[in-house]
């Protein structure tokens, strides 16, 4: 089993930046793929971003230039950094990690979910 804990979320002005942190444990050895959603009150769950080992990322085209997925491995925690914070990222962000090694921000593809933290972004 693998468990995922995010933290970092809060409010903030439009503009302002935030960063995520995700922290996994359990066994996570054979965890390469990890990636980040959000989902607003009404809204689908959205892919934001996803690394793949510890270089290769992809994230959204709606956060694309405001947005950046890294890891570090001394402290196995996947961080999201969010620049020019919109209120339309305003949304429970969460957590996933997967087994398999792709680049997808489709949510039916990760096996392993946190529990989500809230990002609130005031105009």
């Given amino acids: 089993q693998v468990q995922l804990v ?44 996803v690394i793949v080992d510890y270089l290769t990322t992809t994230v959204a085209d709606s956060v694309k230039g405001r947005f950046t997925i890294g890891r570090d491995s001394a402290k196995n925690a996947v961080y ?20 398999s090694v792709t680049l997808t921000l489709q949510a039916t593809r990760y096996k392993y979910w946190g529990q989500g933290t809230q990002v609130t972004v005031s105009s």
Avoid: H
């Fill in 6 to 49: 995010e933290s970092g979320g809060g409010s903030v002005q439009a503009g302002g930046s935030l960063r995520l942190s995700c922290v996994a444990s359990g066994f996570t050895s054979n965890i390469d793929n990890f990636a980040w959603f959000r989902q607003a009150p009404g809204k689908e769950r959205e892919g934001v971003a």
């Fill in 80 to 99: 999201l950094q969010m620049n020019s914070l919109k209120p339309d990222d305003s949304a429970m962000y969460y957590c996933a990690a997967d087994p």
